[in-house]
């Protein structure tokens, strides 16, 4: 079955203490994002990869890190998460000329 | 720049009533437009979409959307509301026919009256 993965589903923690939240396609996508929803603020891209080693920002990067040294893997990465970090958490990938995004079920992150 | 509006962000309309969700967009080069949905507790889903051609999309689940370019508008409309179309529903705009730079709404949260 094609699916976009994301663990942790739920993630409680406390200011400053390191988190990796994990991404993996089955599709061969060569572009991955990762998104975070807020209340009134709909989806907003935190970063994007159009492929292997290829990331860019997107409109709310700060805080946040990205690799992709795998095709069907892109974790983000909070080095020091502060609770302006709590939020819902969502990963999509994409095949390179769709326009067709397949998300992941989400993780919620609450940061104490 | 892109930008999206969807106006309301909660709408209630009786079960069997239309259901019309309004989303205006702000772009400098001709859009794409998308509409997706999220059940409670799941990701976003793919409703409908415009890329070129045709304006009035047909999706899944009965819904359709009109491109509007003159009213810069993509509303999403549903002649008859099951409970099931109880979510949250999200326009989006891309100024590349690849899914790579999306810009969403603020979402509306649809809810069904029995």
């Known amino acids: 079955e094609a699916q976009v993965t994301q663990n942790p589903r739920y993630l409680i923690t406390v200011t400053g203490k390191k988190l990796t939240v994990t991404c993996s396609q089955n599709m061969n996508h060569e572009y991955m994002s990762w998104y975070r929803q807020d209340p009134g603020l709909g989806l907003r891209q935190i970063y994007y990869?159009?492929?292997?080693?290829?990331?860019d920002k997107g409109d709310v990067p700060e805080g946040y890190k990205v690799s992709r040294k795998e095709k069907r893997n892109f974790p983000l990465i909070l080095e020091s998460p502060s609770p302006n970090q709590t939020s819902l958490y969502f990963c999509?990938?994409?095949?390179?000329?769709?326009?067709?995004?397949?998300f992941g079920p989400g993780t919620r992150l609450t940061v104490l | 720049a892109q930008s999206v509006t969807q106006l309301g962000s909660h709408v209630s309309v009786s079960e069997g009533a239309l259901v019309l969700l309004r989303c205006n967009y702000s772009s400098s080069v001709p859009p794409y437009l998308f509409w997706y949905v999220q059940y409670p507790n799941q990701g976003l889903q793919l409703l409908l979409k415009?890329?070129?051609?045709?304006?009035l999309v047909k999706g899944i689940n009965g819904f359709e959307a009109e491109f509007k370019k003159s009213e810069t508008s993509f509303h999403l409309t549903k002649p008859s509301a099951h409970m099931s179309d109880a979510a949250e529903y999200f326009c989006a705009v891309s100024p590349y026919s690849s899914a790579s730079k999306i810009i969403f709404g603020s979402g509306t949260r649809l809810s069904i009256r029995p």
């Open positions: 999509a990938s994409t095949e390179v000329g769709s326009d067709t995004q397949y």
């Open positions: 990869s159009m492929n292997v080693e290829v990331t």
């Open positions: 415009y890329t070129t051609g045709a304006t």
